[in-house]
Nanobody
């Protein structure tokens, strides 16, 4: 199982970006999906998650500005980020709970850099 993230870049404060993360490989199902981020010198933190039934959860710092969604047919999770702030600058990592033969496990993408700066 591999997760491929894309969509990061440099954006001015107040701008928007959309991150995508697609799973590929052999699996029986994908359960919850999420995005985390890690800024230099800080611990990785959960940004948003979406369950298999569509229930979403957001960190307080991004509530109302970020929207997580999923396309089950494409095995893809998205993160729409609006009203970006300099403090949103970080490497963003997608995570999926994937069912494979023998159980279910967490898989992580390679990270995509988001830089918010004027």
């Amino acid at each position: 199982v591999q997760l491929q993230a894309s969509g990061g870049g440099l954006v001015q404060p107040g701008g928007s970006l959309r991150l995508s993360c697609a799973a590929s490989g052999s699996f029986v199902g994908i359960y919850d999906m999420g995005w985390s981020r890690q800024a230099p010198g800080k611990q990785r933190e959960l940004v948003a998650s979406v369950g298999s039934g569509g229930r979403t959860n957001y960190a307080a710092s991004v509530e109302g500005r970020f929207t997580i969604s999923r396309d089950n047919a494409k095995y893809t999770v998205y993160l729409e980020m609006n009203s970006l702030k300099p403090e949103d600058t970080a490497a963003y990592y997608c995570r999926m709970r994937v069912g494979v033969r023998g159980g279910s496990f967490d898989y992580w993408g390679q990270g995509t850099q988001v830089t918010v700066s004027s």
